[in-house]
């Protein structure tokens, strides 16, 4: 029997892949259902009818509001609920048909929770609570083209309704309704996938949606809340220079009362942030942030700003006041009730809070402009889920770590994977640490399924789907990342089959084991003909099938090369002969000249990705051997050092810092180096202690690219350094100064930031093996002597 409390109303075009989802999540409630078809040309209506909708047909007009509105008059129901197709019940049906009969008659709009989902990651999923239910026939209707509104009483459909009235989406991924201040939370919940990338690269929403915002703004030129969704759209087609020009007139404009404004002044910072505008992203989030001061997702972004700036302390203690915003938090974790012993400079970070105004007062506000805002605005933000709790400890996980604090680092880890057991950069975070603090691979596989089976005990709905195999997974993919590849193969024990390890990762992972033969028995057994022939394989995967098969000293088939694009199978072909042991292979023959020059360039292009791939899972000889081999075909292959210095590159990036910096002196040596190689070769010599050296490097560095912010940086820090050893000196003849301590203390301060802008190349636990390992001598003899 068909219930009498609460109808559903959607709108659909095509969406014949969503919308049996979507109706059998609401199966069980037996609803009366209207379905607003605007022109399918698929197998959406039969749909839509075969779960005894009512399906009412419309011409699309370009608007919203209109098509939505069609279906309000004909409700029966008490309630009327708005749905998308790509929308779909997770939570609380009956708990919601069970809560509605309990509403106090004045309160006839009602919010929901949505989880809308911006990627495949656990961590990538916007979290926003728009009113979605309301009372039937009590005079609401839609307004607005795109971003339609709920509105009361004589609003017309012309969008002009006050003023500051409009409310926000989820910003840069949803498409309607908003979030509200004052409405009553129901329990529902609904996951929304509608504008995770793979869907959005297959459509034509954002376009869409652009076109009807250029309406609404040239029917009413300059307003805000269409300015910043004209943002948002740009940022979903990935065109962060317009959404930032868009977001800044929105902001200007906006009022302070706008509901949506919260989320505007976050995803505008989000946008500096990317386009490397700190200061202007650090200036907004300095006022902000204490307008917001509940808002997580504000003290995360301005976090990740002052680690840009290299304020890593601060940073911490941004993140750390993140995670302060939970609801109900109390200064524990909530998943464990296990309070964080932080230690040291981050023990003060966490417990002390930001005296109100401070960051205001620095960017030129007074201290009563600052307190006659607003504290707080709105209490139901747009945010990102974690914001509040794993990617924030992750984030101060990672800070420590860099800091030298290793125990601290693990411990926020594990606090991060107690808030979201699923979360990965938890996991390699915690391996990595783990790593760098000298644990044994066996160690360290012990610690990690300790971590998933102290979580995985724990009641919690959200990991009912997680299985001992995710857990697994998890562990062996965490150990991968930190370069434990042989422990992490022992733990598949040599079967991929039966894990949700992926065949081409378990592949790269026996290459980079150096289990060569394990690896082509692999191919061979577990993957397809076409496969082996290289068909529909991703560049990467077609290199590791390659490699495989040199590794072992075989040729590729020529089914291989044929698969290859065209404009790489002859640069195939050369290769595999070259890498053939029983071949001579000569660049010069009877073909065209021209032909042979084109040939070489392919195989070179060829072979940089092919040596990029062989550095990276440690075949070192196999890269040296590929590089000679090249060089003594083609005589102009390194007449310049251009080769050289470029796989000295690859090698220092890759953690063979020893082997690289022997290539770079043997290059200078030879004739000058550019500005990246020196760069690398003052880094090198920057971690022996040797700044006096590392300085000139950095200076030369300059000189050949004065924009090399890296190298610039490096100066600076190599400077500080000489100071502060001259001031030291100046101290064992005059210890009592206190002029000279007073310069040493600023020095320090002033090193200590300079340290921490991310100027140094980042090495993880696997570069950090790699610089441990035995390193191939790539220095290339002189072959005319």
Same mark, same amino acid.
């Not at 609003?155 to 910003?171: F, Q, V």
């Not at 940086?713 to 101290?731: D, P, S």
């Not at 441990?772 to 290339?780: E, G, R, S």
């Given at each position: 029997?068909?219930?009498?409390?609460?109808?559903?109303?959607?709108?659909?075009?095509?969406?014949?892949?969503?919308?049996?989802?979507?109706?059998?999540?609401?199966?069980?409630?037996?609803?009366?259902?209207?379905?607003?078809?605007?022109?399918?040309?698929?197998?959406?209506?039969?749909?839509?009818?075969?779960?005894?909708?009512?399906?009412?047909?419309?011409?699309?007009?370009?608007?919203?509001?209109?098509?939505?509105?069609?279906?309000?008059?004909?409700?029966?129901?008490?309630?009327?609920?708005?749905?998308?197709?790509?929308?779909?019940?997770?939570?609380?049906?009956?708990?919601?048909?069970?809560?509605?009969?309990?509403?106090?008659?004045?309160?006839?709009?009602?919010?929901?929770?949505?989880?809308?989902?911006?990627?495949?990651?656990?961590?990538?999923?916007?979290?926003?609570?728009?009113?979605?239910?309301?009372?039937?026939?009590?005079?609401?209707?839609?307004?607005?083209?795109?971003?339609?509104?709920?509105?009361?009483?004589?609003?017309?459909?012309?969008?002009?309704?006050?003023?500051?009235?409009?409310?926000?989406?989820?910003?840069?991924?949803?498409?309607?309704?908003?979030?509200?201040?004052?409405?009553?939370?129901?329990?529902?919940?609904?996951?929304?996938?509608?504008?995770?990338?793979?869907?959005?690269?297959?459509?034509?929403?954002?376009?869409?949606?652009?076109?009807?915002?250029?309406?609404?703004?040239?029917?009413?030129?300059?307003?805000?809340?269409?300015?910043?969704?004209?943002?948002?759209?740009?940022?979903?087609?990935?065109?962060?220079?317009?959404?930032?020009?868009?977001?800044?007139?929105?902001?200007?404009?906006?009022? /302070?009362?706008?509901? %949506?404004?919260?989320?505007?002044?976050? &995803?505008?910072? =989000?946008?500096?942030? +990317? !386009? *490397? @505008?700190?200061?202007?992203?650090?200036?907004?989030?300095?006022?902000?942030?204490?307008?917001?001061?509940?808002?997580?997702?504000?003290?995360?972004?301005?976090?990740?700003?002052?680690?840009?700036?290299?304020?890593?302390?601060?940073?911490?203690?941004?993140?750390?006041?993140?995670?302060?915003?939970?609801?109900?938090?109390?200064?524990?974790?909530?998943?464990?009730?296990?309070?964080?012993?932080?230690?040291?400079?981050?023990?003060?970070?966490?417990?002390?809070?930001?005296?109100?105004?401070?960051?205001?007062?620095?960017?030129?506000?007074?201290?009563?402009?600052?307190?006659?805002?607003?504290?707080? /605005?709105?209490?139901? %933000?747009?945010?990102?889920?974690?914001? &509040?709790?794993? =990617?924030?400890?992750? +984030? !101060? *996980? @990672?800070?420590?770590?860099?800091?030298?604090?290793?125990?601290?680092?693990?411990?926020?880890?594990?606090?991060?994977?107690?808030?979201?057991?699923?979360?990965?950069?938890?996991?390699?975070?915690?391996?990595?640490?783990?790593?760098?603090?000298?644990?044994?691979?066996?160690?360290?596989?012990?610690?990690?399924?300790?971590?998933?089976?102290?979580?995985?005990?724990?009641?919690?709905?959200?990991?009912?789907?997680?299985?001992?195999?995710?857990?697994?997974?998890?562990?062996?993919?965490?150990?991968?990342?930190?370069?434990?590849?042989?422990?992490?193969?022992?733990?598949?024990?040599?079967?991929?089959?039966?894990?949700?390890?992926?065949?081409?990762?378990?592949?790269?992972?026996?290459?980079?084991?150096?289990?060569?033969?394990?690896?082509?028995?692999?191919?061979?057994?577990?993957?397809?003909?076409?496969?082996?022939?290289?068909?529909?394989?991703?560049?990467?995967?077609?290199?590791?099938?390659?490699?495989?098969?040199?590794?072992?000293?075989?040729?590729?088939?020529?089914?291989?090369?044929?698969?290859?694009?065209?404009?790489?199978?002859?640069?195939?072909?050369?290769?595999?002969?070259?890498?053939?042991?029983?071949?001579?292979?000569?660049?010069?023959?009877?073909?065209?000249?021209?032909?042979?020059?084109?040939?070489?360039?392919?195989?070179?292009?060829?072979?940089?990705?092919?040596?990029?791939?062989?550095?990276?899972?440690?075949?070192?000889?196999?890269?040296?051997?590929?590089?000679?081999?090249?060089?003594?075909?083609?005589?102009?292959?390194?007449?310049?050092?251009?080769?050289?210095?470029?796989?000295?590159?690859?090698?220092?990036?890759?953690?063979?810092?020893?082997?690289?910096?022997?290539?770079?002196?043997?290059?200078?040596?030879?004739?000058?180096?550019?500005?990246?190689?020196?760069?690398?070769?003052?880094?090198?010599?920057?971690?022996?202690?040797?700044?006096?050296?590392?300085?000139?490097?950095?200076?030369?560095?300059?000189?050949?690219?004065?924009?090399?912010?890296?190298?610039?940086?490096?100066?600076?820090?190599?400077?500080?350094?000489?100071?502060?050893?001259?001031?030291?000196?100046?101290?064992?003849?005059?210890?009592?100064?206190?002029?000279?301590?007073?310069?040493?203390?600023?020095?320090?301060?002033?090193?200590?930031?300079?340290?921490?802008?991310?100027?140094?190349?980042?090495?993880?636990?696997?570069?950090?093996?790699?610089?441990?390992?035995?390193?191939?001598?790539?220095?290339?003899?002189?072959?005319?002597?």
């Amino acid at each position: 029997m068909q219930n009498r409390l609460l109808g559903i109303h959607m709108i659909v075009q095509n969406e014949e892949h969503h919308l049996a989802r979507c109706l059998d999540s609401f199966k069980p409630m037996g609803s009366e259902c209207f379905i607003t078809d605007t022109g399918s040309t698929d197998r959406t209506p039969e749909i839509a009818r075969h779960y005894g909708a009512t399906v009412l047909h419309t011409r699309w007009e370009d608007d919203f509001a209109h098509a939505r509105n069609i279906s309000l008059p004909l409700a029966s129901t008490e309630w009327i609920l708005c749905l998308d197709a790509d929308e779909y019940v997770i939570q609380g049906l009956e708990e919601l048909l069970d809560y509605l009969p309990k509403v106090h008659k004045s309160v006839s709009r009602l919010r929901i929770k949505i989880e809308n989902r911006i990627g495949e990651g656990a961590g990538e999923r916007v979290i926003f609570q728009p009113v979605r239910l309301f009372r039937a026939h009590q005079g609401y209707r839609y307004a607005g083209r795109i971003h339609e509104q709920l509105v009361r009483g004589g609003a017309k459909d012309d969008g002009k309704h006050e003023e500051g009235a409009l409310e926000i989406n989820d910003s840069f991924t949803r498409e309607e309704d908003g979030i509200a201040d004052h409405e009553p939370l129901a329990p529902l919940r609904l996951v929304h996938d509608g504008y995770l990338p793979s869907t959005i690269a297959l459509g034509h929403k954002p376009l869409r949606n652009l076109k009807l915002l250029q309406q609404e703004l040239a029917d009413r030129p300059g307003q805000p809340f269409h300015l910043y969704n004209v943002g948002v759209t740009y940022c979903q087609l990935g065109n962060i220079e317009q959404a930032a020009e868009a977001f800044t007139e929105s902001f200007l404009h906006t009022p /302070l009362h706008a509901p %949506y404004r919260s989320t505007l002044v976050r &995803d505008y910072a =989000k946008v500096l942030l +990317a !386009m *490397g @505008r700190y200061d202007e992203a650090h200036g907004l989030l300095a006022v902000e942030r204490q307008r917001y001061a509940g808002y997580a997702d504000l003290h995360l972004i301005y976090g990740e700003i002052l680690e840009q700036q290299g304020l890593e302390e601060r940073a911490y203690k941004s993140y750390a006041r993140a995670t302060d915003c939970r609801e109900g938090f109390n200064g524990a974790d909530l998943k464990d009730n296990n309070k964080a012993e932080i230690r040291g400079i981050h023990q003060q970070a966490i417990e002390q809070t930001d005296k109100p105004g401070s960051d205001s007062l620095r960017e030129g506000k007074s201290s009563d402009d600052v307190h006659r805002e607003p504290a707080r /605005l709105e209490r139901h %933000y747009v945010t990102d889920i974690g914001s &509040d709790s794993y =990617k924030a400890y992750t +984030a !101060m *996980g @990672r800070l420590a770590q860099k800091r030298g604090f290793l125990q601290e680092s693990a411990h926020l880890y594990s606090l991060a994977l107690g808030s979201e057991i699923t979360y990965a950069p938890a996991w390699t975070g915690l391996a990595d640490v783990l790593q760098q603090s000298g644990e044994t691979d066996e160690s360290i596989t012990e610690t990690l399924f300790v971590r998933w089976k102290e979580h995985s005990k724990k009641e919690d709905p959200d990991l009912s789907g997680v299985t001992y195999d995710d857990g697994q997974a998890y562990v062996v993919y965490a150990l991968a990342s930190s370069g434990a590849y042989g422990q992490a193969l022992d733990l598949l024990h040599g079967d991929a089959r039966n894990t949700r390890i992926k065949h081409e990762e378990y592949l790269y992972w026996m290459l980079c084991d150096n289990r060569v033969s394990d690896a082509l028995q692999f191919v061979q057994k577990q993957w397809s003909d076409e496969q082996r022939a290289g068909v529909n394989l991703q560049p990467e995967q077609r290199l590791d099938l390659a490699l495989t098969f040199w590794a072992n000293e075989l040729s590729v088939s020529e089914s291989f090369m044929a698969a290859a694009e065209p404009q790489e199978r002859e640069g195939w072909r050369l290769l595999n002969g070259l890498l053939d042991t029983g071949k001579r292979v000569h660049a010069e023959d009877d073909r065209d000249g021209e032909i042979v020059h084109q040939t070489l360039q392919a195989a070179t292009e060829l072979s940089k990705n092919i040596l990029i791939r062989a550095v990276q899972m440690g075949q070192l000889a196999f890269a040296r051997n590929l590089y000679e081999k090249m060089a003594a075909i083609n005589s102009e292959h390194d007449g310049n050092g251009v080769h050289s210095r470029w796989l000295a590159a690859v090698l220092y990036c890759q953690g063979y810092t020893m082997a690289a910096a022997e290539l770079l002196i043997q290059c200078m040596s030879q004739g000058d180096l550019d500005a990246e190689s020196l760069f690398y070769l003052g880094e090198a010599v920057y971690a022996k202690g040797h700044y006096d050296q590392a300085l000139i490097l950095f200076q030369k560095a300059l000189e050949k690219d004065s924009e090399q912010r890296q190298a610039r940086a490096g100066a600076a820090v190599c400077y500080m350094r000489q100071a502060l050893g001259v001031i030291r000196h100046e101290q064992t003849r005059s210890p009592a100064d206190k002029v000279l301590m007073a310069q040493q203390t600023v020095l320090e301060t002033q090193l200590r930031i300079a340290e921490g802008i991310p100027w140094r190349t980042v090495f993880h636990a696997k570069e950090r093996r790699n610089q441990l390992a035995d390193q191939t001598h790539f220095i290339m003899h002189d072959r005319e002597g």
